[in-house]
């Protein structure tokens, strides 16, 4: 505890903003956005230095409560803008938020190819296998069988894969963490943050309104039981065959992040003249 | 209203200096302070304000729990303490109540509940500490800090004894937020 007095260090409070969040009392949203505060203090960042970007959702209110950069886009497009904005600010520590049906259905094509390019930014997703913000209705993690009025019987569609997809597509940093467990979760944030290239946390954070069995999480969770790998095909192994509920690192792979090209070798006349017919 | 027992329950590190433990029993004051705050917020924003006033009350007293400390320790108000993985050996700091257990039409008697809770793992975690500590001033530190946790676990018992606990219904909502019909 030598570094005791060193007052220069970042705490979590200021990662926090004046707003006060609005979510349900008891909605797992909360300790997430004590986990990136946290986790952003860990890595003494200072908040200008960081933006958060999301999209639409309960969670996708996140950015609003941070003291840093914030960007609350459109409809599944959270990480369309985070990726412009890495793209032109590299420099800054870009950490995408949002929710399951944000993220995989209307978000769906954009999480592909952001897995895919790999830009150096982070992606936390808070699963609630609902859309909490309009009233209950099933999402793409929501399971088949989940009965409600708005989908009596259960959609019967099979539940979206979150974590294969992004192994497949091409994420760096693959892993699992439950709001319940904020320093945990704070843990992983800042290990994916730091990890090269698009690091991918699924959060599994309860919505007690619609889903209030998810109250039940905690006592299902449970850490990985195995050391993470860097070997994909080891990866989607203990992924596709995991009950859902390991929480850790599951992947960290060594791809290198994508870089931005080099500046133009031709000026602007030189191009139009390539093209004049 | 119980804490959720994924994240350990094992043995935690014992502090090996004063300033360790104290830096232990700082951090879990100020997340104390932020959470009961946090609470108290939450339950304003949706209109529970018996509830709101009765946290925001805790984060009162906790903060002057974090105050004693400083001064005790001679730190700086605005100190930081090196945050360490598994201290604690729960989800959260022992003194922290869980979001999970909140209600948005959850009465006094619960949040006092879920504070009765949170002094009893406070207390719990000093007086493992007093047990563990090798040298004589952590542990004498140590068992000071849990005497304290006692007495805010009893002056939450003598609260709880004057409010009454509520109905088996008390969560029913004749207007609630996922009426679809």
């Known amino acids: 505890m030598n570094d005791m007095t060193d007052a220069t260090r970042l705490s979590a409070a200021d990662f926090k903003s004046d707003y006060k969040p609005i979510w349900c009392p008891g909605c797992g949203d909360y300790t997430v956005l004590g986990s990136l505060t946290k986790a952003l203090a860990q890595l003494g960042r200072p908040p200008h230095e960081v933006a958060v970007v999301s999209g639409i959702g309960c969670s996708s209110r996140i950015p609003a409560y941070t003291t840093c950069y914030g960007f609350h886009g459109v409809h599944g497009r959270a990480l369309a803008a985070g990726t412009g904005l890495k793209a032109a600010r590299p420099e800054l520590t870009v950490v995408v938020t949002g929710g399951d049906g944000d993220g995989y259905s209307i978000g769906g094509n954009h999480f592909m190819h952001a897995c895919r390019r790999n830009l150096d930014l982070t992606y936390l997703v808070m699963d609630n296998h609902v859309y909490g913000m309009t009233k209950g209705q099933a999402s793409p993690t929501t399971e088949p069988d989940w009965d409600n009025k708005l989908s009596p019987g259960g959609t019967g569609l099979r539940s979206f894969h979150p974590l294969v997809i992004a192994l497949a597509a091409g994420a760096n940093f693959v892993a699992r963490a439950f709001s319940g467990d904020p320093n945990g979760t704070a843990d992983l944030v800042a290990q994916a943050i730091r990890h090269p290239g698009f690091s991918f946390v699924e959060i599994l954070s309860p919505c007690v309104t619609f889903r209030p069995e998810q109250r039940g999480w905690k006592d299902v969770v449970h850490r990985a039981a195995v050391p993470e790998t860097d070997d994909p095909a080891r990866a989607a192994r203990r992924i596709m065959t995991d009950d859902g509920f390991n929480l850790g690192v599951l992947y960290a792979g060594k791809r290198a992040p994508y870089a931005r090209t080099p500046a133009a070798s031709a000026s602007l006349a030189q191009i139009e003249q390539a093209f004049a017919v | ?181």
């Open chain 2, 1 to 181: 209203m119980t804490r959720a027992r994924f994240g350990g329950g094992g043995a935690r590190p014992a502090p090996r200096s004063l300033n360790e433990l104290m830096g232990q029993a700082l951090t879990m004051e100020r997340e104390a302070v932020a959470r009961y705050t946090e609470l108290a917020d939450m339950m304003e924003t949706h209109n529970n304000l018996d509830v709101a006033a009765l946290f925001r009350k805790m984060a009162g007293y906790e903060q002057l729990h974090v105050e004693q400390i400083l001064a005790d320790m001679g730190w700086a108000a605005d100190v930081v303490v090196p945050r360490q993985s598994g201290v604690w050996g729960t989800p959260e700091s022992p003194e922290v109540v869980p979001i999970e257990d909140m209600h948005y039409l959850m009465h006094p008697w619960h949040a006092l509940q879920a504070a009765l809770s949170a002094e009893q793992r406070a207390e719990a975690f000093f007086a493992e500490m007093a047990g563990t500590a090798a040298d004589e001033a952590v542990r004498q530190a140590a068992e000071e800090m849990r005497r304290e946790e006692a007495e805010h676990v009893a002056l939450v018992l003598e609260w709880l004894a004057k409010v009454p606990q509520p109905d088996s219904d008390w969560s029913v909502d004749p207007d609630p937020p996922r009426h679809m019909d």
